[in-house]
């Protein structure tokens, strides 16, 4: 089984449980002040674990399994033997990085709460586009093929605006930081670990493709 895979089904598990179970709800929960004062330094992944509602957890596993399943197999192709441990590491490690601006701007605010994998999701999104800036991106209010690049590019400028805005209780920080995070971590791994020219491979696909025009 793959490694998206069972990401899936262990967050689908925790989060169900966590929908009927307010203490494990409460106790998985990204809560700064208890990281601040009870070193509860695990809170930082196991909000991953648990979504608000269904959507929110139907629409980050479905987004994790498009997107995971061909990084998974691109980290496979680029890493060969250590891909799955390296996209693994990739996942864990980003719920932990996407959330440290949160962290500091939240860490003494008892009102505050955060939960969900996206920011996980994010990274593993961005840096799937990094491997297949043209892998075309269809969404269901726009009729047309979008690149990846382009999608990251909008999502990034869009994430940033909702972010400064505020108001709509969705933590637009997390996405950003994950996504640039997975970009970062693609990219020294790639450098550190393979003979994979991933920053050159990226930068030449849409140069092919620009030429087309």
């Given amino acids: 089984m793959s490694i998206t895979l069972i990401i899936i089904i262990i967050t689908g598990i925790v989060s169900f449980t966590a929908f009927t179970n307010d203490k494990v709800y409460n106790d998985l929960i990204f809560y700064p002040p208890a990281v601040t004062y009870d070193k509860q330094w695990y809170r930082f992944f196991s909000c991953g674990l648990i979504h608000a509602d269904w959507m929110h957890l139907i629409f980050n596993m479905w987004a994790l399994y498009l997107f995971g399943t061909a990084l998974e197999q691109a980290f496979i192709s680029v890493f060969a033997q250590m891909g799955k441990i390296f996209y693994l590491l990739l996942y864990i490690s980003s719920l932990f990085f996407c959330l440290i601006p949160t962290y500091a701007r939240h860490k003494n ?105």
């Fill in 109 to 213: 605010d008892s009102s505050y709460r955060s939960l969900g994998a996206s920011g996980a999701v994010s990274a593993v999104i961005f840096a799937c586009i990094l491997y297949l800036p043209l892998m075309k991106l269809r969404f269901f209010f726009i009729p047309i093929d979008i690149r990846g690049f382009i999608f990251g590019a909008a999502y990034l400028i869009i994430s940033s605006y909702l972010d400064k805005r505020g108001g709509d209780r969705v933590n637009h920080s997390a996405h950003i930081w994950g996504a640039l995070y997975g970009i970062v971590f693609f990219i020294v791994m790639a450098y550190a670990f393979s003979n994979y020219p991933v920053l050159e491979m990226f930068i030449g696909q849409i140069k092919s493709w620009l030429n087309e025009f």
